[in-house]
């Protein structure tokens, strides 16, 4: 990449000479990463161009018109510097956690929020998540940085205008859910995305394949890779009971339990290994986390230590 770089700084000087266009063709030809390299580098370096290629370009001639190929050299480093720093800037702009950062619409640990999109679906956004619209005359999508979204579609207003209807999607960076009609949940953990169908219908398409969609029906879930989704099975209780300010448990591991209400409080919650096998059921309020853990406490035979609010530990209770 840092070689690639300096390719294209060499090609914005506007002054390559024949010697210098064989040495590049015999670096891209050398290796397919060397291809690979290049062609990011020209993706990204398009919007560095924008910005800094004439000055660049002017600088560089003016330097060869009246000092040594040594000080060229000098300028040519200096941009690529620039010209680095700015590819780099912009790359990291598409990474997971600057896109959530940055993203249209996004909640903090523990906030909930309901917005009502411009074609009248209704959205939930869970705790600590991130979205971006992306609605045009061809789709409805939906991108879903960072956390979990719950979607009640609504019919298509252009559809009543006698146009076509526009799909609505979900995108995450594992691949796409496509509504049919329908309420689901989309969310995003442990390197791989999950979808459960409230009612109707969705297809899962991941991002690296060309198989056909896996259709989930209502009361399905599956999770997915950019390559696979798993086998559907059966919706669980709590895949939408958040939306309630609720959690809900189902026979669920202790340890299970405590890292799945950890993401609506602060700080760091952590679960003893000498209890982490207990089962949990019960309903559980999501706003008062508090309240929550001491519900807990008189449900099964644990205590709850708190060095602060922000360092809380589950251990077995005493005898």
Same mark, same amino acid.
């Given at each position: ?41 020209? *993706? ?7 910005? +800094? ?11 060869? /018109?009246?000092?040594?190929?040594? +000080?060229?050299?000098?300028?040519? =480093? ?34 909930? !929020? ?7 679906? *209704? ?5 600590? &998540? ?14 879903? !940085? ?48 999950? /979808? ?15 198989? &056909? ?49 950890? =993401?609506?409080? &602060? ?35 644990? =205590? ?12 077995? =209770?005493?005898?």
């Amino acid at each position: 990449m840092q070689r690639a770089l300096e390719w294209q700084v060499t090609f914005w000087s506007g002054e390559v000479t024949p010697r210098e266009r064989a040495a590049f063709d015999r670096w891209l030809a050398q290796d397919t990463d060397h291809a690979r390299a290049w062609s990011q580098v020209q *993706r990204t370096g398009q919007r560095v161009r924008s910005l +800094t290629g004439p000055v660049e370009g002017e600088a560089l001639r003016a330097a060869d /018109a009246a000092r040594s190929a040594s +000080t060229r050299r000098t300028l040519l =480093r200096t941009v690529g510097l620039f010209a680095t720093a700015g590819v780099a800037a912009y790359a990291a702009r598409n990474t997971a956690p600057v896109q959530s950062m940055l993203a249209e619409h996004r909640t903090g640990r523990g906030e909930r !929020r309901d917005l009502l999109l411009p074609d009248g679906t *209704r959205l939930v956004l869970n705790t600590d &998540s991130a979205i971006d619209l992306r609605f045009t005359t061809q789709a409805r999508d939906v991108l879903l !940085r960072a956390g979990e979204v719950f979607i009640a579609t609504a019919p298509d207003p252009l559809g009543a205008e006698g146009l076509a209807s526009r799909p609505f999607t979900v995108h995450t960076q594992h691949g796409a859910v496509q509504a049919i009609g329908t309420r689901f949940t989309v969310r995003l953990s442990d390197g791989r995305s999950m /979808a459960s169908v409230d009612e109707g219908a969705v297809r899962i398409q991941p991002r690296l394949t060309a198989a &056909s969609p896996v259709r989930l029906e209502a009361g399905q879930r599956a999770w997915f890779s950019a390559t696979a989704v798993e086998s559907p099975v059966a919706s669980l209780p709590g895949d939408s009971a958040w939306t309630h300010g609720r959690l809900v448990a189902e026979r669920m591991r202790l340890r299970d339990f405590l890292a799945e209400l950890g =993401r609506y409080r &602060s700080g760091l919650l952590r679960c003893d290994p000498a209890v982490q096998d207990l089962v949990v059921s019960g309903v559980y309020p999501l706003d008062d986390t508090d309240l929550a853990l001491s519900t807990l406490a008189h449900a099964l035979p644990v =205590r709850i230590d708190s060095v602060t609010r922000y360092w809380v530990t589950v251990r077995a =209770r005493a005898g």
